[in-house]
């Protein structure tokens, strides 16, 4: 019998509810009072006061907390009228006319919501978003909404994974780690031990990859129930993910047509819009793009080694 692989015991979670469950740990959370602007209800959040980077950082910048990421509580919602924002723009005052565009708003949007407390956060990031479409704000601000909620769903199916430094470092991992838990002894570890896989090709935007270790797992009969339902449901946040990386996209790319935003930010933004294409698997013209940027002189200097990367993953 071969031993078992301690690079992959090294990051095995213990058991696979953990895959879900590690981003949702306690954290450093303070109540704080806020008053709604739109219809005066007194709301209680609670706000991150407290946060570290040890699980590393994505390629489109996603970085992670040991314990619960601080992002599932950035956006506060009313539970009266589910009028949302993020933590600094929440309590500023609106006009009667907003507040009044506002409520029509959300009157519609939410028929047959559940009570606010219960909603997951990518469904409060998506209030904001619409909410700050009434208030006018940039598309730029809005596809930071819409991203941070993808990374929301993400949270859930990555789990903590320390010490992950963006795509290259997790394709390095994926390749040592690749036929090492199929020599893991017992069944069920081995089974465990290819989600640790898809957790890994996921955050590293490996979606090829990242699907065929999905697929695989039904080939490891019997799978018990509680891995069928695991894979079920990274299956479902993975489609939530791609909803709002899609919608990220096109915010994105309006902001680049409406001009948003310094040289710098337009640079990142061209950047984000390649690798969450990638992500999506929309890889036409992608290598072109990042091409254009590697050679650009004005790309500032701490964002040539995220392109460098990306270009390296594109030849995949």
Known sequence: MRRFPRALARLLLPTAALVVAAAVQAASLIPENYTCPVDGTAVEALIPVATNALGGTDSDFCQYAKGSQARENEVITCPSCYYSARLGRFGQPLTDTQREKLLAMLGTATAGFPAAERLEPWDR?????????????????????????????????????????GPLDVRMKLDELDEQWLSIPDLLTQQRGLFLLIQL??????????????????????????????????????????????????????????????????LQVRYLIVDLKRRLGETQGL??????????????????????????????
């Open 125 to 165: 990031y998506q209030l904001a978003v619409l909410c700050a479409g009434v208030l006018d704000e940039s598309a730029l601000e809005r596809a930071h909404l819409l991203h941070t909620a993808a990374w929301t769903a993400r949270d859930r199916v990555v789990g903590f994974l320390p010490g992950i430094d």
């Open 287 to 316: 290598r072109e793009e990042i091409n254009l940027l590697v050679t650009d002189a004005n790309v500032p200097e701490d964002l040539h080694p995220a392109i460098k990367s990306m270009k390296e993953c594109l030849t995949e």
């Open 201 to 266: 090709a996921h955050r590293g935007g490996f979606t090829v990859r990242r699907d065929a270790y999905l697929d695989r797992l039904g080939d490891l009969a019997p799978v018990p129930a509680e891995l069928t339902e695991l894979q079920a449901q990274t299956r479902e946040l993975i489609t939530i993910e791609d909803r709002f990386l899609g919608k990220a996209i096109l915010h994105y790319e309006a902001a680049l047509k409406a001009d948003e935003g310094t040289p710098e930010d337009k």
